[in-house]
């Protein structure tokens, strides 16, 4: 197996500093990004679907739990007893401990899906999840969403009653919210995916394989 060259520790703090420069611009770039981000303007959106809940029916409103500000993963819906190995990657990835961090601040986080409920519940019995997990089967969320049978993670905000809808991602957009890529990608050998630009040699292998 390949490994990095072995330098002087002078050559290695020299090269090191480069590279604080590059993480510091992309810092910088992702504050202003993140800036733009807070400056969206929002669009009202229907709270006129049920949800399927192991505590019964909720609506959208139901789900913000009386906060602000509202967080949605879509978990892909690829039929019975078919579940998306991106979407489980994240969703083992969501830190259960973390969501009452996000409630102080009065964000709520629930994971939706087309799947009906009882496949639900069996997948996440059959994963240990604890996160709260709804279904939107039957209704037209996913669709009023734009999540055209993917995934998507939208955020909502709240005005009294009336609910806007202020940002979405995903593809690469979800994917960089998730820790342990966020910790692979500081490594040598990076996620050792096929896509990566990595030098000759570095272990790598297909996406999920």
Avoid at 4 to 27: C, F, G, I, N, Y
Avoid at 172 to 180: I, K, P, T, Y
Wanted: proline share 7%.
């Amino acid at each position: 197996m390949q490994t990095p060259d072995v330098v002087s520790a002078e050559e290695w703090q020299q090269a090191r500093d480069e590279l604080l420069k590059a993480e510091k611009e992309l810092t910088r770039a992702q504050d202003a990004l993140a800036a733009r981000r807070r400056r969206l303007p929002m669009v009202r959106f229907d709270n006129g679907y049920t949800f399927d809940t192991p505590d019964g029916p909720r609506t959208l409103l139901d789900l913000f739990e009386g906060r602000a500000q509202l967080v949605v993963y879509q978990f892909m819906d690829s039929g019975p007893d078919h579940h998306c190995p991106g979407c489980t990657w994240f969703t083992d990835s969501v830190p259960v401990t973390g969501l009452p961090g996000l409630a102080d601040r009065g964000v709520t986080w629930v994971t939706v899906s087309d799947m009906p409920l009882a496949q639900i519940e069996a997948y996440k019995a059959r994963r240990g999840w604890t996160l709260p997990f709804v279904s939107s089967c039957g209704t037209s969320f996913a669709a009023d969403c734009g999540v055209g049978g993917g995934f998507m993670l939208s955020v909502f905000l709240r005005d009294g009653e009336d609910i806007y809808r202020t940002y979405n991602t995903t593809a690469r957009g979800v994917d960089r919210l998730v820790f342990v890529n966020s910790i692979l990608d500081l490594t040598p050998y990076g996620r050792q995916e096929d896509w990566e630009d990595s030098p000759p040699g570095w272990p790598q292998h297909p996406t999920y394989g």
